[in-house]
């Protein structure tokens, strides 16, 4: 059974936030598609994944010393402390939740150049030591991000652009998905219609716009 789970984390709601519009309209796409699969969503903006504590990482560091990836069942049983069972109890179901996607869809705003604190939260406690060793070479990532600016090939920002390589290197080298399983949609210049100076690219806005809405229909429904 084919499995979507989403996550959006603009600290806007959806009528103010084009990342948060833009995902709903690939999980709409996607549910038609697939009226029988399960679909999961989590607002980590609203609802915050806990800041990860000193029980992780100790935690961590004693699985990572046994040399080979734990299986997830097993780690509970190197944990000493009331900190380290309770942090892992706040990991496991969203590693889990994680493994029993066939498709992960993230709506990132770009904030301060990268990616929301919100969505870094859960980017460090799913990411324990051994946890999804071979387990998601087959997941396919769809990464909706909007940008108040333009971060696009050969523009003068496009170096401050800290969201799509640092995702990129997360996704390949830590999780283990192909990067051939990753697709990146960005809105950009999104601030291009209320922002004075960025007047002169609001066609270039609406044309980002378009693209991304039409890219995600597609994908969802292919
Ligand atoms: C806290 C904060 C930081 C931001 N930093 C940047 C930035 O570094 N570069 C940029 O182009 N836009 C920046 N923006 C604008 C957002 O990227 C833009 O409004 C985007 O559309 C937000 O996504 P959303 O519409 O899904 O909420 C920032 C906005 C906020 C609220």
């Not at 709506?107 to 946890?131: C, E, H, Q, S």
């Not at 997360?170 to 601030?191: K, M, V």
């Amino acid at each position: 059974m084919p499995t979507l789970l989403h996550l959006d984390s603009s600290a806007s709601p959806t009528d103010h936030s084009v990342s948060r519009r833009l995902t709903a309209r690939f999980a709409h796409a996607w549910r038609a598609r697939h009226p029988d699969a399960h679909y999961r969503y989590h607002d980590l903006a609203a609802d915050p994944v806990p800041l990860i504590g000193a029980g992780y990482a100790s935690l961590g560091v004693r699985v990572e010393r046994q040399g080979a990836p734990v299986p997830l069942t097993d780690v509970a049983s190197f944990a000493t402390t009331p900190s380290e069972h309770q942090e892992w109890s706040l990991t496991h179901p969203l590693i889990t939740e994680l493994h029993s996607a066939d498709t992960l869809l993230l709506g990132v705003p770009m904030y301060n150049f990268t990616v929301p604190a919100a969505l870094k939260a859960w980017i460090d406690r799913i990411t324990f030591p051994g946890a999804h060793t071979g387990r998601l070479t087959a997941t396919r990532v769809i990464v909706v991000t909007a940008r108040g600016g333009g971060y696009g090939p050969g523009t003068p920002r496009e170096p401050f652009d800290f969201q799509t390589p640092y995702l990129r290197a997360w996704f390949t080298e830590h999780l283990g998905i192909p990067d051939a399983n990753l697709r990146f949609i960005h809105a950009e210049l999104t601030r291009a219609a209320d922002i004075p100076a960025l007047t002169p690219y609001r066609d270039l806005a609406t044309t980002s716009l378009t693209t991304a809405r039409t890219t995600l229909t597609d994908l969802a429904t292919a």
